[in-house]
């Protein structure tokens, strides 16, 4: 995050990558093991004081880093090769936790009560405003109008049958 303080956001690149996979590839799977450990006991808290964790742990390394070889070192160079011991980046964990937490920082301010609703405020799934059997009779209508333009001379098959000479099939089909 210290690349991006002009800008006042962190990137979402690898923070989504760290937090949908519980940081399970991201770092050493000994370590992540211990993450999930905590993750059971103190909650979705953990996501930010790890990612606040390895920002403060890497700090040194990170702001030599361009932004290619930041994205490098944060996918998998640490993943490789954390730096750290896994009962030293627990410490660090516990300070980082305990830090979010006296900074009321560990979990989101509620939502603004002017802001937009969290709550869903449109019927969830497709809204029909026609018969499922009148929109099935459109696609079929437009299956057999595809088949027909696909068809040799733009009519099907069972048009020729059925214009033939007795309504036979034509010998050469």
Known sequence: ?????????????????????????????????????????????????????????????????????????IQTEIARDFGYSDEETMASLNDCLRKLHSDKMAVPPPPDPNGLSEIPTKALGPVLHRSLVDIRFDIAELQSRASRCNSRAGKSPAVRRKNSPGGKRPNNQ
């Open 1 to 73: 995050s210290f690349l991006f303080q002009d800008k006042q956001q962190i990137p979402p690149i690898y923070l989504t990558k760290w937090w949908f996979g519980c940081f399970l590839d991201r770092v050493p799977f000994p370590l992540a093991l211990r993450l999930w450990d905590v993750y059971l006991f103190e909650g979705d808290c953990i996501f930010i004081a790890m990612a606040y964790n390895i920002m403060k742990m890497h700090q040194k390394t990170i702001r030599k880093l361009g932004m290619e070889q930041f994205m490098e070192y």
